[in-house]
């Protein structure tokens, strides 16, 4: 196939770029490079020292012989170009991962939120407006993520997408199908609620062939392609706003930082690694729905986890300490979560677990690179309210 990835040099879109280049599809990256931007904007790095995105692909044609053409464009912004280039170019596939995806960068300023859901809501109704009026029947697989669903359920298990409800009608009881409704904990999770509904719509009204990956919190970094050679390793964030809490509880270990837990840890929440997640986007696209299919919904996540007993795991392993800190977040400070993945695991993905010995392998990352570690950059600062802003400061840890 020919595949489109947009964000393709991210930390999702780099790994699914090398393992659909490496499974013989035409691959093209479509990014506006802001990850890069943003870590400029931070004055943060990634752990691992990454090439420019041309490099990177000239290492994977030096190493495998397979072309992975790279096209700059925004798609939140130039939308004469991204549809000239579908025209142009008309994929058979389109992978979405061009969003911004940090809940604490989404929560930072005003500023912050205002970008995200432009940047985010702009780049998926972009896309969709393109697809229609080109008429390009290119099956598009997009990166949701779980926290569309909220963490405040009942108990019940989370279906995947949808929900059939009761509702007494003056002829009786009637059963309809309705998309879980959302409950996001950020302005970043919002913009994939928001995401939803266009996907939705377009399907619905234009046919648009839709598959949504409710994806969990990813941990690891490497994949069996990213470990080809070291200029293609993938990126790896550590810090508070984009490092994502079992990689930092890792990253932490490994230099000496307490576990930064917020609250009592209590939160519980759904896991994949990384090499599970490429494989579940390669899985969704070998299966697409057909026009005039509902939206498919796969929740990509492979277990769950309670933050506090990561924390305790971790330092079971590495000898860390646990620090409980100010929680900068608005969040249940507890929760039970049952996920549903039953789709993916019958389409034949067999998980990666933390129990698979790679836990190890990320703290050996995080020490072969600790030398660019900023540890100030560790703490979590960015604040749901002003009122936890003023507490975090108080007592940051
Ligand atoms: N947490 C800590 N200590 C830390 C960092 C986080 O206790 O140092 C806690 C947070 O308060 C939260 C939980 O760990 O309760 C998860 O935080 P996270 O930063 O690992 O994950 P989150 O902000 O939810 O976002 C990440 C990705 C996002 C993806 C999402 C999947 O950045 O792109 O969509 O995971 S999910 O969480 O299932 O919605």
């Not at 994977?60 to 280039?85: C, M, P, Q, S």
């Not at 990689?247 to 000496?256: D, S, T």
């Not at 079971?316 to 977040?329: E, F, H, M, Q, S």
């Amino acid at each position: 196939m020919k595949i489109a990835i947009l964000g393709g040099d991210g930390f999702c879109g780099w790994p699914t770029t090398l393992h659909l280049s490496e499974a013989g599809h035409e691959v093209h990256i479509i990014d506006n490079l802001s990850r890069r931007w943003i870590d400029t904007e931070l004055g943060v790095q990634s752990l691992t020292p990454m090439d420019s995105i041309q490099e990177r692909c000239r290492i994977w044609r030096e190493v495998t012989g397979r072309t992975i053409h790279f096209h700059l464009l925004d798609l939140a912004t130039d939308y004469e170009r991204l549809k000239g280039w579908l025209a142009d170019h008309r994929p058979d596939a389109i992978v979405h991962l061009a969003e911004q995806r940090a809940a604490p960068y989404s929560m930072k300023t005003d500023r912050h939120k205002v970008y995200t859901v432009r940047n985010n809501t702009g780049a998926t109704h972009n896309l969709l407006a393109a697809l229609v009026e080109t008429g390009i029947d290119a099956h598009l697989v997009h990166l949701g993520t779980m926290g569309v669903y909220g963490y405040s359920s009942i108990g019940a298990p989370i279906p995947e997408g949808y929900l059939d409800v009761e509702i007494d009608t003056p002829t009786g009881k009637k059963t309809q199908e309705i998309l879980y409704p959302t409950r996001p904990g950020s302005v970043y999770h919002m913009t994939k609620s928001l995401d939803q509904i266009m996907f939705q719509f377009y399907a619905q009204n234009d046919g648009l062939r839709i598959t949504d990956l409710h994806q969990g919190i990813v941990w690891g970094t490497h994949t069996a392609q990213t470990q080809r050679h070291d200029q293609l390793v993938n990126r790896f964030d550590y810090d508070g706003d984009y490092g994502t809490v079992l990689n930092r509880f890792l990253i932490q270990a490994a230099i000496g930082h307490p576990l930064t837990v917020h609250g009592t840890g209590g939160q519980t929440r759904a896991f994949i690694h990384i090499r599970d997640s490429v494989r579940c986007i390669e899985l969704a696209l070998s299966d697409a729905p057909r026009a005039g299919d509902r939206v498919r919904i796969f929740n990509q996540m492979t277990e769950t986890h309670r933050v506090g007993d990561l924390a305790r795991l971790v330092a079971g392993l590495t000898g860390a300490k646990v620090a409980n800190l100010p929680n900068p977040r608005k969040e249940a400070a507890e929760n039970d979560l049952i996920v549903k993945n039953d789709q993916f695991l019958a389409l034949g993905l067999e998980p990666t677990t933390l129990a698979d010995g790679l836990l190890e392998e990320v703290v050996d990352v995080a020490r072969r690179f600790a030398h660019r570690i900023d540890r100030s950059r560790v703490p979590a600062v960015s604040a749901w309210t002003k009122e936890l802003g003023a507490q975090v400061e108080r007592d940051p840890e």
